[in-house]
């Protein structure tokens, strides 16, 4: 299960940083930059999920 929460965390993370370097890319994947903080609230609900899945 830890894999896939890697994954997941990985795939959030890349949304964002597409938008920031590779526009045209995200564009084509239907990325806009008003979907920027969305992103945001997204990654940091999953960390929290894993902080808490951890103990931490």
């Known amino acids: 299960m830890p894999e896939a929460t890697a ?3 990985a ?3 890349l949304r964002p940083d597409l938008l920031r370097y590779a526009p045209d890319v995200a564009a084509r994947f ?3 930059p008003s979907d ?3 992103f ?3 990654e940091n ?3 929290e999920e894993v ?3 951890s103990g931490a």
Request: aromatic share 0%; no cysteine.
């Open 45 to 47: 609900a999953v960390l």
């Open 30 to 32: 239907g990325l806009t």
């Open 11 to 13: 795939l959030l993370r």
């Open 36 to 38: 920027a903080e969305t």
């Open 7 to 9: 994954k997941d965390l």
């Open 51 to 53: 902080d808490a899945g």
């Open 40 to 42: 945001e609230a997204e």
